[in-house]
């Protein structure tokens, strides 16, 4: 069949067939599309019935398991759309912020609030970790100081799990939202996290193998970062180091987001903090754009857990 066959059949199927009121012009023209590419593609792969099932099935398992967010990310499909979030924003003129990086599935909304700190932790891998303290300023592009600004922050514990999805671990760990100081200043306590690796019997994995490719995140800290008359940041810093830096499975490395991770041991800090070990600082600053009318929102929707 050629091309303009199968979009004459679709035209068909899916726009001659709108006879029962007025059809939503948006869903009409993306669902016509999709299909017929959809349709192309087993046109011009030939794909057998057989084929063709074993990917609605496919499909339907990963979202049945709840992995078809962690299959967006692996298949670069969320870093795609930063990258299209990237050009919305150079083609209105916004320059001079922390740069954005993928959401992922994991974030769970409702994590407890606090002004100034918190600790993230809860002190149960205190024996295998390493403690980390991360602080720094919320400024808009023009460098001033940002008080109220929300910093949400969540990460993996030492063994690569979020708390919440991972039920072994109490609600909330390793999720704050910290509220900035007077000066715009946040900072928090945890461990250094470790970094993710998809669940190894899972849909998302079955298909990486396939694809001869791992399901590795290096170390990383999620940031949604928000204040009143700005752009919500949603982005992730690294652990410099990580043998998988620059080897994301989900492509969300980028330059700026790997911050020096200093090592204190210093005898009066350690005291001061009733450290018996040295522990891991990172200074890392979040610079925010004034909101537009010109750009995209910077709010994505997308259905979150709340707990
Ligand atoms: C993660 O922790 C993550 O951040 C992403 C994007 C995908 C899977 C696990
Ligand atoms: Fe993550």
């Known amino acids: 069949m050629t091309h303009a066959d199968i979009a004459a059949l679709v035209q068909q199927f899916l726009v001659d067939t709108a006879t029962q009121g007025r059809p939503n012009p948006r869903v009409q023209q993306v669902v016509v599309r999709l299909t017929t590419d959809l349709f192309k593609a087993i046109e011009d792969l030939d794909l ?19 992995e078809l967010g962690l299959l967006a990310a692996g298949l670069g499909l969320e870093r795609f ?9 150079a083609r209105a003129g916004l320059t001079g912020a922390t740069p954005r990086t993928i959401e992922g599935p994991l974030y769970v909304a409702g994590a407890p609030e606090s002004t100034g ?20 300023t919320v400024y ?3 460098g001033k100081p ?23 671990q109490p609600d909330f ?19 250094v996290p470790k970094g993710y690796g998809c669940p190894p019997e899972g849909t998302t994995q079955r298909l990486l193998d396939l694809l001869a490719r791992h399901g590795q995140r290096p170390a990383h800290i999620h940031f949604f970062v928000s204040a009143p008359g700005h752009r919500k940041l949603t982005t992730q810093i690294n652990i410099d180091g990580d043998a998988y830096l620059w080897d994301d499975f989900a492509f969300a490395s980028r330059d700026g987001l790997v911050p020096k991770v200093n090592r204190i041991d210093d005898h009066a800090q350690l005291d001061r903090l009733q450290l ?11 610079r925010l754009l004034r909101d537009v009318a010109e750009a995209p929102a910077a709010e994505v929707e997308r259905i979150r857990a709340a707990a």
């Open 48 to 66: 057998s019935p057989s084929e063709v099932w074993k990917g609605v099935e496919y499909l339907a398992e990963a979202g049945a398991t709840h």
């Open 173 to 191: 760990h390793l999720r704050r939202t910290i509220v900035t100081d007077a000066r715009g200043r946040y900072q928090f306590r945890s461990n």
């Open 117 to 136: 700190y918190a600790r993230l932790d809860d002190g149960s891998e205190a024996d295998r970790g390493e403690v980390l303290f991360m602080q720094g």
């Open 146 to 168: 940002l008080p109220g600004a929300r910093v949400e922050v969540w990460h993996a514990n030492l063994l690569g799990n979020y708390s919440f999805f991972d039920k072994s």
């Open 140 to 142: 808009d592009t023009a």
């Open 276 to 286: 018996s070990k040295p522990f891991a600082s990172i200074d890392f600053d979040f």
């Open 81 to 89: 759309l930063d990258i299209r979030a990237d050009e919305a924003e």
